[in-house]
């Protein structure tokens, strides 16, 4: 059973780097993708990396290329988004979510089954 925490988000400052990382429980063995988004108030999730199972395939938003990585620590079992030059529009709860490998990059939300509580990410100016 898949079971998502996130954590590492927090207050920083404008052109900071921060790592968070997506703790999953039932990562090992299991051929789901990961993915990555963030949600501003009153907004719609919108998509921000995602990650095949195999750790070897991955997906960014357009608008964030250049700027983040998504990469798999498999020792600990963690999917992390390590993001660089952060700008205050970064502000949000991230979240990561599971999908079945069909679905691996899918930046559309309805298309993963399981999904962390979220953590905020404050960037100020």
């Known amino acids: 059973q898949v079971r998502l925490v996130e954590s590492g988000g927090g207050l920083v400052q404008a052109g900071d780097s921060l790592t968070l990382s997506c703790a999953d429980s039932?990562?090992?063995?299991?051929?789901?993708?990961t993915g990555w988004f963030r949600q501003f108030p009153g907004k719609e999730r919108e998509f921000v990396a995602g990650?095949?199972?195999?750790?070897?395939?991955?997906y960014y938003a357009d608008s964030l290329k250049g700027r983040i990585t998504i990469s798999c620590d498999n020792t600990k079992n963690t999917v992390n988004l390590q993001m660089n030059d952060l700008k205050p529009e970064d502000t949000a709860v991230y979240y990561c979510?599971?999908?079945?490998?069909?679905?691996?990059?899918?930046?559309?939300?309805?298309?993963?089954?399981?999904w962390g509580q979220g953590t905020q990410v404050t960037v100020s100016s």
């Open positions: 039932g990562r090992t063995g299991s051929t789901y993708a």
């Open positions: 979510a599971a999908t079945h490998a069909g679905y691996t990059g899918s930046p559309r939300p309805e298309n993963y089954d399981s």
């Open positions: 990650i095949s199972w195999h750790c070897q395939t991955t």
